[in-house]
């Protein structure tokens, strides 16, 4: 008979604000496109695993007050973050008006009780959250808001915090808005969280100065400052959709930094170029592999997206700092048959070409578009079956976040944002170049992929 899975147990929660509010944090925090579009879709839930230090582990030691400590100085530093990430202390509200009808949806940053904090346990070893194949369901329950859609956060906190005990370890999960700030947002704020962290071990005071403070103005295209209204009724009913995921296996990737620049070289070599980048050369790997497992006619269009961040795009650029979304998920797309007869180089020229023609100019169009015509993303329609999402960035620092523990083991995610077809790309915890990548595929779909020799050729199985 097999014993019923583990459950976490809740132990206590509260919330954190900033230990002072700037006076602009009193004004409305209105939304550009790239923000509103998000409402319809999940929070950002990503997480690292800590190992306990091996005092911790031994019988005599006081656990329960180490912990006590722990959390104590997790929600000090929190409070600090959030004087410099002000926003994710507030809540969603709506302004609308009937002569002349306007809907839109902003920041209230004054009015709230916070970042929620949570603290839970479960009875389960590190070594039993990493070692099974696929990432294990209990993993979902390590994120607060689960299911939550961005516009929820009219009652919900924009960001809440979730410190899992284990049995030997610690996860730390972050929820946050993503209608509030992109996942180059979210990582600035998880690293930020961390320095403060650290500088609060060293002695600094309440609120530390960070090395890279984030940029709170939203981008507006010039000749719309906002706010912008939305072309819908009272009823948000009307414009949101609640997404449920299929069955889906989820398993964690390895690729070595000297597989990754095997293919590299082999899709350059192909398209006699110099030009494709590592992570161009992986996503064609992978879109053709899971293209391949899911036995499509030739016929059929299949498509890969690849989240672009925006922010060195646009003339003038926004700093790398800026906070809020701006990010867009390019498609590009081929029939199985030419995608499958192509050859490696061939998907990633395609998608190399995609990126390269990202320019300034598309993306003020993007906007223009989008302000004449209002739409929210919605999981079930933006993102096809037939095609593949390349998420998340293996260029974010995610390892460097120590909070007293040492390096993180592992990296994971919720229950957000998943589908058929869904990857997202991490740093190696080895780091040097090597990437992690997270595949979400039905069962049988995944059964495929991983008896697929090109593709298991280039993972590096432990």
């Known amino acids: 008979m097999t014993p019923p899975p583990q459950s976490v147990r809740f132990i206590s929660d509260c919330f954190i604000r900033p230990p002072q509010l700037p006076p602009n944090s009193n004004h409305p925090l209105h939304l550009p496109p790239w923000d509103l579009a998000m409402l319809s879709v999940h929070y950002i839930q990503k997480g690292l695993l800590f190992p306990l230090p091996p005092p911790c582990l031994d019988p005599s030691f006081d656990r329960p007050a180490f912990i006590r400590s722990f959390l104590g100085k997790l929600q000090r530093s929190l409070s600090s973050a959030l004087f410099h990430f002000y926003p994710l202390a507030g809540r969603l509200a709506t302004l609308k008006r009937t002569d002349p009808p306007f809907y839109t949806v902003f920041v209230d940053c004054a009015n709230s009780p916070g970042a929620r904090f949570i603290h839970a346990a479960l009875d389960l070893t590190v070594a039993d959250i990493l070692s099974p194949t696929y990432v294990p369901e209990v993993v979902l329950s390590f994120f607060d808001h689960d299911r939550a859609i961005n516009h929820d956060g009219h009652a919900l906190s924009l960001l809440s915090v979730q410190v899992t005990e284990l049995a030997d370890g610690v996860f730390i999960g972050l929820s946050m808005n993503h209608a509030v700030g992109d996942g180059s947002s979210f990582w600035h704020f998880f690293n930020s969280w961390s320095e403060i962290f650290r500088a609060q071990e060293r002695g ?66 192909q398209c006699g170029t110099t030009n494709i980048s590592s992570f161009q050369s992986l996503s064609a790997l992978v879109w053709r592999c899971i293209t391949r497992a899911r036995h499509f006619p030739p016929n059929q269009v299949t498509g890969c997206r690849m989240a672009a961040n925006n922010r060195a795009r646009l003339d003038p650029p926004l700093p790398e700092e800026y906070f809020g979304n701006s990010i867009t998920p390019l498609r590009s797309a081929a029939t199985v048959g030419e995608l499958l007869g192509g050859g490696l180089g061939w998907a990633a020229r395609l998608l190399h070409g995609a990126l390269a023609e990202h320019s300034n100019a598309k993306l003020r169009q993007w906007n223009e578009d989008w302000i004449k015509n209002p739409q929210v993303y919605h999981l079930d329609k933006t993102f096809d079956p037939y095609s593949i999402m390349m998420g998340s960035s293996p260029r974010f620092n995610k390892y460097g976040n120590e909070f007293g523990l040492g390096k993180a083991v592992a990296l994971r995610s919720g229950y957000a944002n998943k589908f058929d077809g869904k990857v997202s790309g991490y740093p190696g915890r080895e780091g040097c170049g090597s990437i992690d990548l997270e595949i979400c595929l039905p069962p049988a779909t995944m059964a495929v992929l991983e008896a697929d020799t090109e593709f298991m050729a280039a993972v590096t199985v432990p």
């Open 204 to 269: 600094a005071a309440d609120v530390v100065q960070l090395s890279r403070p984030p940029v709170l103005t939203r981008w507006f295209p010039e000749n719309h400052p906002g706010p912008l209204s939305l072309p819908y009724t009272d009823d948000p009913e009307s414009f949101l959709a609640r997404y449920e995921a299929p069955e889906l296996r989820e398993r964690v990737f390895h690729f070595s930094a000297e597989a990754i620049a095997r293919l590299k070289a082999e899709a350059n070599r």
